[in-house]
T-cell receptor
Framework: RKEVEQDPGPFNVPEGATVAFNCTYSNSASQSFFWYRQDCRKEPKLLMSVYSSGNEDGRFTAQLNRASQYISLLIRDSKLSDSATYLCVVKPFAGYSTLTFGKGTMLLVSP | NAGVTQTPKFRILKIGQSMTLQCTQDMNHNYMYWYRQDPGMGLKLIYYSVGAGITDKGEVPNGYNVSRSTTEDFPLRLELAAPSQTSVYFC????????????FGQGTRLTVV
């Protein structure tokens, strides 16, 4: 099982739609979870951290399910500007550990 | 606010040439990383550093070397460039604490011909 797995997509949705991405991780001891966004040919940028109780930032909601070892990202009322690749990122443990990136899920929002 | 700065942005190398990709950050971060991203693929960790004088291999270190003589700088050296090293290289930095953001440079697009 790969460390961090994502459906590569692309997810094609119309403006205003709700779309959800899932990501699974293999290390049950993982400590920190993030969603990053990467626009075409640009550097990744943090979209949001994912907390155990779930968290929301405007139209974006992130959930963590430790028992099933997956995290999710829900985007409501999709905008054209949401078109990007969404990277699931996991930090295996506290202290000296690096970030592990999934390959990303591509989202295309059309008018 | 500079953040993480990478140079050069683009480079074409001939097979067998060497070069150094520069990376500097002004946020006093402990951690620094080098990733490569091949077309349509995820980021793969080449090397990382947890502080000045300390470096360690990531997932794909072969063909590369790094050094970390200061907190700010983390150059990546390519020796004997090969076509398989054609990629986009990203440098990143972060604090050591658990739930903190990693900041990325704008990337270096390298082509080896």
């Amino acid at each position: 099982r790969k460390e961090v797995e994502q459906d590569p997509g692309p997810f094609n949705v119309p403006e205003g739609a709700t779309v959800a991405f899932n990501c699974t991780y293999s290390n049950s001891a993982s400590q920190s979870f993030f969603w990053y966004r990467q626009d075409c040919r640009k550097e990744p940028k943090l979209l949001m951290s994912v907390y155990s109780s779930g968290n929301e930032d405007g139209r974006f909601t992130a959930q963590l399910n430790r028992a099933s070892q997956y995290i999710s990202l829900l985007i409501r009322d999709s905008k054209l500007s949401d078109s990007a690749t969404y990277l699931c990122v996991v930090k295996p443990f506290a202290g000296y550990s690096t970030l592990t990136f999934g390959k990303g899920t591509m989202l295309l929002v059309s008018p | 606010n500079a953040g993480v700065t990478q140079t050069p942005k683009f480079r074409i190398l001939k097979i067998g040439q060497s070069m150094t990709l520069q990376c500097t950050q002004d946020m006093n971060h402990n951690y620094m990383y080098w990733y490569r991203q091949d077309p349509g693929m995820g980021l793969k960790l080449i090397y990382y550093s947890v502080g000045a004088g300390i470096t360690d291999k990531g997932e794909v270190p072969n063909g590369y070397n790094v050094s970390r003589s200061t907190t700010e700088d983390f150059p990546l050296r390519l020796e004997l460039a090969a076509p398989s090293q054609t990629s986009v290289y990203f440098c990143a930095s972060s604090y050591i604490e658990t739930n903190t953001e990693a900041f990325f440079g704008q990337g270096t697009r390298l082509t080896v011909v």
